[in-house]
RNA sequence: GCUUCGGUAGCUCAGACCGGUCAGAGCGCUUGCCUUGUAAGCAAGAUGUCGAGGGUUCAAAUCCCUCUCGAAGCUCCA
């Protein structure tokens, strides 16, 4: 017996002509259903009525998880070359459907031995297409794979203290750890009620930073010259760290052939969730990590024991993802974003648990140097039971350098290509949580890859593959960064962004035209110390040109009149401790330079004077 | 992808239920005046396929259908 089962919308269908002496009686009607699960059903010569046992309580678990009892069973015999005979199937059919009634069900049925014409919707969710085969011993469904290994998957969740003490989540007392709450309560619960909107969607607009894109597809979104900016000092510093830990930077295609054979097999593990091109004849994807053009590349290379760990390291421009469109948000989900992806090469998980280590330690120097405090967010370790088991104390190591409590994924088996990963989850103003960096311990892809490194009696090994991105996605980067500043907001702060990646720095505001010049002399001097400045050029009134450069979130704001220019002291307004500071312009400075703290520094992106911009938005 | 809500000037929105002087306000923009002392100086002017397409109607921003974009929830997050 074969069923086909559908969740759908709607179901439309008409009756045309008999096409066997032993039809049902029907008359021609169009027919409609709404809401209903429709099963198209093909009963096979094999089949008994243990078959239909069988069948009900399959039948029965789905209609459970799909929450829904209105059924239609459409007898379709094109499900098998195998048929019973018409009269047994007859027999069989009212059989299968007094029962699904007798269950509670209300169930419609389209007529057997008809030729018929329908229309179908059927819905878009992953469990709503199931085709089940079913014989009077066994069952089995058909799904896709990595839904039905996760649905396989019951984790095990338990927070690590720093001591390496564990206890359950529902034991633990979460009082002083709030966003280490939030995470657990994002991790488990089912429902999140939540009626605002996320604050970064507004603020990257105000703000000119980014915005939607209509005329591309959904998630894939336009930086305007200060997001650009600030996006691009972001990833110029990111990978400057990844390059001092070691690891080499490299470029790879952003489309690969989904037929060619160590991709394949890759692309089957997952959902469809990838752009596809078609050139020529030719079927390409768009790659949503560094994976394949960095494994693709290892594949080719020679590497001997006595150079690993072997590190590789790409800023992907763009990583896709073509997420359901449902789960797209602002900066923080994207179908097309920025990924510092960086793989390493080890010997053994020995090796590899040494390199993890300081990549964890990279990953929060990086979240630190952009501009996040610890506090910002909660580390997950997610692992395979065997893996804990066996490497308890290592975790232990982690949660001891981490000094403060770990939330834990414990997974019965493995379902992932790795067995171990680690996460710094951020948590929004709306509890949200997002991964950060994470690095993960890959035990499969170098054998899928074909990647091999010579060991020292010139044989040739399998190594350990680590993937780790220090910083996660630049564009969630910055998702953080204005939620973080929203947050600031909320709580009667004033907010900002870190002065490292102000556009602009400082804004000079004459009083009246007949200091322009003068001030032009100050900026020069604040330029040329290698600060972003720029002028307010514009002919408004004073509280209107302040009332502005506070709209930009600008950090220093200086007003030059007569006095200034006299005593060369300036009244500056401070936007990080909201005073009025009177200092010089070296003095100035030399506060602009403790708070570069020696980061990245780069031209300003936009004209000098304000009458010279355009608006964007 | 599903359900719900939304899309009116560059921005924030009113108008929609009840179809007919409803194409509107504030900000921004342009021009002129003012020459400014730390979050909005004054005045005048320009600005719209009312998200797109179709339908109903004598008449549609307004009612109906389809599509599209966004948000929330579900789901998902390699």
Redesign the pocket.
Known sequence: MRILLLHS?YIEYRAIKKEIDIAEESDTDLKRYEDIVVLFTCLESQDDENTIINSLSEIKSSLDNLNCSRIVVYPYSHLSDNLAKASKAVFLLNQFKDSLSAEGNDVQSSPFGWNKSFTI?V????L?EQLKIITSGSTETYQND?LKS?ERLESKYIIMSVDGNTESVEKFNFNNYKNLKALQK?EL??????????PH??LM?KLSLVD?E?GS???NLRFYPKGRFIKSLLERYVTSQVKKYGALEVETPIMYDSNHPSLASY?N???A??YTVNSDNKELFLR??A?FGQFLMLHDSIISHKQLPVKLYELTRYSF??????????LR?LRAFTMPDCHALCKDIEASKTEILKRFTLSRDVLQGIGFNQDDYELAIRVTQDFYDENVDFIKQIAKDWNRPIFIEIWPEKF??FVFKWEFNFIDN?G????LATD?IDVENAERYGITYVDDNGDKKTPIIL?NSPSGAIERCLYALLEKAAKDQREGR?PSIPFWLCPTQIRI?P????FHEVSLGYLEELSNSGLRVDFED???????K??EA??EWIPF????????VESKK??V?DRYSGE?IVMSLSELTDHCKQLLNDMITEELPLPRFISDRP?F?
């Open positions: 919308n919707s819905k878009g969710h992953p709503a990595a996760e994002y619960s089912k429902s999140r009620v939540v009626t605002s909107h996320p969607v507004e607009k939607y209509p597809d959904s998630g692309l593990r997952f959902p969730r990838q949503f990590s994976c993802r073509r997420e359901k469109s449902g789960e797209l948000v602002g989900r992932f290509y709306l949200k949580a997002s991964a993960q993937h004033t505001i009083l009246s035209q007949d514009r002919d408004l009134s004073v509280g209107k302040v009332r506070e709209k704001i200086l007003v030059v009149g007569k006095n200034e300036f009244q307004r009025m608006q938005k």
